[in-house]
């Protein structure tokens, strides 16, 4: 083991971050050219977008948990993690040069142009990539750092130097194009994937357990309990899968309402259950509850700030044909806004976030933070219009505040609830609380998006979701036991 990793030292947090950085700048290129490169180059409408992102999700459902169990029980090259890191970086490798590429594909599959089937089948592909190593590339953290500050540092280290480099992909989006920016993240995807993991070691046994229970193999039965509260979500990705599968109508308000439902019976039950029993299960469970709503505004905001930047910014019809310049202006306003966003997601963690957590805590923290959001969210609802470009990119900023937390102390929250032994299977379970809410953002949200001609409804329906996501993490403990004051770390190297 190096000297870095034995004493922790900022170094070596650098370079345990690199491997999720590779895969947030993948993602963070899906988010910038995804939408633009197929709506303006292969002409799909608003509804085909949104098919072609719920790949995402649907890989995450399947690979994520999958990808995590796997990982915590196998030994390979060297690692546990190791192996899902190597493969899926460089598959999501070939995956970007394919994105820009989907016309020269179908023509040599005998299609002419790039159908949405192509598009899905690399979508699905490219997302199944990111999703075998993403979860292992988190996980790692967890397994090297201790719980507590250090634990803490970890993530908020890893969402500085990723929210660096999605900043980085934003600029290369805004200020030269999307094609430079694909071409680029192949090259620091593969880099980042690979080389850190020669300067990590991994410890062979995980043996820290949760609520003092014995380690044991968790059964099917004990997951499906655990997941409880994201069941209205689940039963919906299944019957739009199926819906689509069947080719029948993938809007059913019967059924919406009833996930609606089951969703909020099973997580109030949860939430005061919890009143009386403090027990690291129904912390984990609130915590699914919470950040499914969350990711739900976030997920909708990415997919559809296309379609707001050129209706309600630029001041054009959504499926309107405009000039190539004016293509370029509306693929900048979305590149900027979440360069804004990343920026503040890259500053905010180190700087602000880890000093407040050492104060208040994690859970305060964070809720805090997506209270600032949900403020955002309302602001460009209510205030950006057209030709207030620059009115928007404010409010990025107050949005980025929760994203900064979102994509990192989330993570260190729930990593203090659930048995080390098992990280990966419950990073994997973790992430259902954001793939399937995905799938509510990538069709319902996308019918309403699109039944509206005023397309700031977007962030009207991201308001509600985050104003919900804020009191439902009132409701989450702080973990006992857990010293975040910089007294209370052990072993060397500091943040």
């Known amino acids: 083991m190096l000297e870095i990793q034995k004493k922790l030292k900022s170094s ?8 999720a950085t590779a895969m947030g700048f993948a993602l963070s290129i899906q988010i910038s050219a995804l939408s633009w490169i197929l709506s303006e180059k292969y002409g799909f409408h608003l509804e085909e977008i949104g098919i072609v992102w719920a790949a995402g999700p649907l890989a995450g459902i399947i690979a994520q948990p999958i990808a995590g169990l796997l990982s915590d029980n196998v030994w390979l090259w060297g690692g546990r993690r190791r192996p899902f890191i190597l493969i899926g970086g460089v598959l999501t490798s ?22 949405v089937g192509i598009a899905i089948a690399i979508a699905l592909t490219f997302d199944l990539a990111i999703n075998v190593s993403f979860n292992p590339t988190r996980s790692i953290i967890a397994d090297v750092t201790p719980e507590g500050e250090k634990r803490t540092s970890g993530y908020t280290w890893m969402q500085t130097i990723s929210g660096t480099f999605g900043v980085l992909a934003y600029a290369i989006g805004a200020f030269f194009d999307n094609y430079v920016l694909i071409y680029s993240g192949i090259f620091i995807v593969f880099a980042f994937s690979v080389f850190p993991l020669f300067f990590i070691e991994e410890p062979k046994q995980l043996t820290s357990t949760s609520d003092g229970e014995e380690q044991s193999k968790v059964s099917f039965s004990e997951i499906m309990d655990v997941i409880k509260p994201l ?3 689940l039963i919906y ?3 739009v899968i199926v819906a689509k599968v069947l080719d029948l109508p993938t809007s059913n308000i019967y059924i919406e309402i009833g996930c609606l ?11 005061l259950v919890s009143r009386n029993v403090e027990k690291d299960k129904l912390e984990f469970q609130k915590i699914l509850f919470a950040h499914s709503f969350t990711w739900i505004g976030v997920q909708s905001m990415f997919v559809y700030m296309l379609a707001f930047a050129k209706v309600n910014v630029m001041g054009f019809e959504m499926d309107q044909e405009v000039a190539e310049e004016l293509k370029n202006n509306i693929g900048k306003i979305v590149a900027i806004s979440f360069l804004v966003l990343n920026l503040v997601g890259a500053i905010f963690p180190s700087l602000i976030i880890n000093p407040l957590v050492k104060k208040i805590g994690q859970v305060k923290t964070h809720t805090i933070s997506l209270a600032i959001m949900t403020l955002g969210y309302f602001g460009v609802y209510s205030l950006v219009g057209k030709d207030s470009e ?3 990119y404010f409010f990025m900023v107050v949005i980025g505040v929760g994203w900064a937390s979102i994509i990192s102390i989330s993570f260190a929250i729930m990593s203090e609830r659930v048995d080390k032994s098992k990280m990966g299977l419950y990073m994997g379970i973790f992430n259902l609380s954001v793939v399937a809410p995905q799938l509510v953002s990538s069709f319902k949200i996308g019918q309403l998006v ?5 397309k700031a409804i977007l962030f009207l329906i991201c308001t509600i979701t985050l104003l919900v996501s804020t009191v439902l993490w009132l409701t989450v403990r702080e973990k006992k036991g857990i010293d975040n004051t910089p007294s209370a770390s052990t072993g060397g190297g500091h943040h």
């Open 12 to 19: 070596f947090y650098t370079i345990l971050s690199l491997p």
């Open 94 to 115: 070939i995956m970007l040069l394919a994105i820009p590429n989907m016309d020269i594909i179908g023509k040599a599959l005998g299609q002419e142009g790039a159908t």
């Open 231 to 233: 069941y209205g979500f």
């Open 237 to 239: 990705a299944f019957y």
């Open 261 to 271: 439902v089951i969703t909020l019976i099973a997580g109030i039950q949860v939430i």
């Open 390 to 392: 620059y009115l928007l």
């Open 450 to 454: 699109n039944s509206y001609d005023d």
